[in-house]
């Protein structure tokens, strides 16, 4: 399963059956079940690529991204980051090993501390480092302009800009490790429209000066399209499919890949499907009872057309290599079959 | 520009300073504040210019015994002729210093254990916290006095031993140490839970998460990001420990397991004032006062700070 294509080398991040489970107490006395937000995810992030991470809210990809930075100890499995076992690091070494692994976050205003001005805030991975005064204050400068403001933001508080402005601050403070390998946790959905283009520039920028590679969780498709080079589905924990951007987005394999794009508001989309979303009933079962079988049953409309085959409650699904993408689905071939009778023929070109 | 008006906290230190602005600027708006800020400060101008005024606390005068107030001792003598002013500012001293010293042992004490209890979570906090609990199951009162007469009791006997030089800094102290050692370790139960309460929310914000992504020690983090930001509630515990170290230290005084004679407190005037109450009632009703009026200033003072800090409060009354 954690395999990747002998072709592309050795991953810079590597996930093998990553597991995070919450205890929950049920009560006192009572013993406590588990919250399986990430159940058993292999991925490898390539070096230079971007890797997107995509579901609905709660299908743990902020669990996973702490997971891989190794901020949230998974309960089993193992990530690699640069060669080293993060896993099995502690203290002093795990710090120093994931150094070059870096995050932004989600909300530009609790990112950063509103104690602290700016010059500290991004000089602060240099402090740790041991870089003396007055380079760090000269590296300051440097990240700031690199991010697009002023050196002489240094000495303002947080609290005077504007939430684009402080995503940025967020991205220099991150570079100031120079970082191999950023881990963005849908940093654009705090923003404005018209900012996150200026942010997602800003990354594709950065991204080309200074060869980074970005695993990118987000649940915005329409950016996730423009920036990825490939795109991981993730529903209840597990991954459902993962294949090149344009594969995935021109023909998913997964019935829950297809259902997420075609719920997806674009201003021009191609053919009938435009009209017809795939709507899932339901919210998503709770990650604490999960359903027998492949995760997706209760909602999939797939196996409701094929006349509910019983593998489906039965047999969990495995992650599989099926024409270009690794899905998760016994009827993986179906998918694009029944979906054109469901909502019309799919543009012949998009077909690969 | 607001910006410019209220500079922000930067230091630990700077929480402090800015309440005292804030309070400050409040008190102009707040009659009953401002007095009990004036009130307030000439208790501590009482305590500090104690040895400048013109009677001796200690210094008996037969001949002027129970007086009541007069011009020439304002709020009259006590049973052995000793100024009551002179002794009300000695008092205020004991007061004071027992208030101030109490609150830094329970505060330190009180960050210690919040901070390490909820950075470090798991076992270590359920224990630190059961802890905290079955302490808070003793009525306060109670701990308080089972300890005094413990140290009381220990400390006065005696005289070799390990002990001998804690004996030593005992009687120096004037039975001070033992009402310290007591409200310092049985008033650090609240803080410790409102910094623990704290420091849980901080140290999963993102920003602690970048900084711990950047390398940061334990100790980093909890220097740069959590103490500074723990330290607006650090002032707020001392709001309700002060007042409440010296209405014990009155308390345990009054009892006689506080500050020993002749060392005036004011616990110890109500006690041998309760004695004269038929005949000479101001003896009763001077250092009764005292400790009334300076427990309601406080209260009233901490009141404000407290409206002051809360940021809910705050956002709405600037806006």
């Not at chain 2, 409440?244 to 308390?251: D, P, R």
Request: glycine residues 8%.
């Amino acid at each position: 399963m954690g395999k990747t294509d002998a072709t592309a080398g050795k991953p810079l991040l590597e996930a093998r059956d990553l597991r995070v489970w919450f205890p929950r107490s049920r009560g006192f006395l009572r013993g406590q079940d588990w919250i399986r937000a990430v159940d058993g995810i292999s991925l490898g992030v390539l070096a230079g690529e971007t890797l997107a991470v995509v579901g609905e809210s709660g299908c743990g990809k902020t669990t996973l991204g702490r997971a891989l930075s190794l901020l949230q100890r998974p309960t089993g499995g193992s990530v690699a980051f640069a060669e080293a076992d993060l896993t099995r690091l502690r203290g002093r070494k795990l710090r120093a090993a994931r150094r070059r692994l870096q995050m932004i976050f989600q909300d530009p205003y609790a990112s950063l501390d509103p104690r602290q001005r700016v010059g500290a805030i991004v000089g602060e991975p240099l402090k740790i480092a041991g870089v003396d005064a007055k380079a760090r204050q000269r590296r300051v400068a440097e990240l700031l302009e690199l991010v697009g403001l002023g050196a002489e933001m240094a000495s303002r508080l947080p609290r005077e800009f504007s939430g684009g402005q402080r995503q940025r601050i967020g991205i220099a403070r991150a570079l100031a490790a120079e970082p191999r390998l950023i881990i963005c946790d849908e940093p654009l959905s705090a923003l404005d429209v018209s900012i996150q283009a200026q942010i997602v520039n800003l990354l594709l920028t950065l991204q080309r000066q200074l060869g980074l590679t970005y695993l990118f969780i987000s649940h915005d498709l329409a950016v996730v399209r423009q920036i990825a080079t490939r795109v991981a589905v993730m529903y209840l924990g597990t991954l459902v499919e993962l294949a090149e951007t344009s594969a995935l987005f021109a023909a998913p394999r997964h019935p829950y890949s297809l259902a997420l794009l075609s719920s997806a508001p674009t201003l021009a989309r191609r053919g009938a499907a435009a009209d017809r979303p795939i709507l899932l009933a339901g919210d998503p079962p709770s990650p604490v009872r999960l359903p027998s079988g492949c995760r997706f049953h209760t909602r999939c409309w797939l196996r409701e057309r094929l006349g509910n085959p019983e593998i489906c409650t039965t047999e969990a699904p495995r992650l599989v290599e099926e024409g270009g993408h690794r899905v998760a689905c016994h009827f993986a071939a179906e998918t694009s079959r029944q979906a054109d009778s469901l909502m019309g023929p799919a543009p012949a070109a998009a077909v690969g | 520009m607001s910006a410019l008006e209220s500079t922000p906290a930067l230091r630990p230190g700077g929480a402090f300073g800015a309440g005292l602005t804030r309070l400050l600027r409040a008190a102009r708006a707040r009659p009953t504040l401002t007095l009990s800020l004036l009130l307030l400060l000439l208790v501590v101008a009482l305590a500090v210019f104690a040895p400048l005024l013109p009677y001796d606390a200690y210094r008996q005068n037969i001949l002027h015994r129970n007086e009541v107030p007069s011009l020439k001792h304002w709020l009259g003598t006590d049973e052995l002729g000793r100024d009551m002013v002179a002794r009300i500012a000695v008092g205020a001293r004991v007061s004071l210093i027992v208030a101030i010293t109490a609150t830094l042992i329970a505060v330190a004490i009180g960050v210690m254990v919040g901070t390490l209890s909820a950075y470090i979570g798991g076992v270590t906090d359920g224990v630190l916290m059961r802890f905290v609990d079955s302490m808070y199951a003793f009525p306060d009162t109670l701990f308080a006095i089972l300890m005094a007469a413990l140290i009381k009791g220990q400390l006065s006997s005696h005289i070799s031993g390990f002990l001998a030089p804690l004996a030593e800094i005992y009687k120096l102290s004037g039975g001070l140490l033992g009402v310290l050692l007591t409200l310092g370790l049985t008033g650090w139960l609240t803080t410790s839970r409102l910094v623990r309460s704290q420091v849980l929310s901080l140290k999963n914000t993102e920003y602690v998460l970048a900084c711990r992504l950047a390398g940061a020690s334990d100790w980093f983090i909890i220097r740069t990001h959590l103490l500074p930001n723990v330290a607006p509630v650090i002032l707020l515990s001392v709001t309700f420990i002060v007042p409440n170290a010296i209405l014990l230290e009155a308390g345990l005084s009054f009892m006689g397991i506080g500050v020993d004679p002749p060392t005036p407190s004011w616990g110890t005037m109500i006690a041998s004032g309760t004695q004269s109450i038929q005949s000479y009632p101001h003896l009763l009703i001077v250092p009764a006062l005292a400790i009334g009026s300076t427990l309601l200033a406080l209260n009233v003072i901490g009141d404000a700070l407290r409206d002051l800090l809360d940021p809910a409060r705050r956002r709405s009354g600037r806006a």
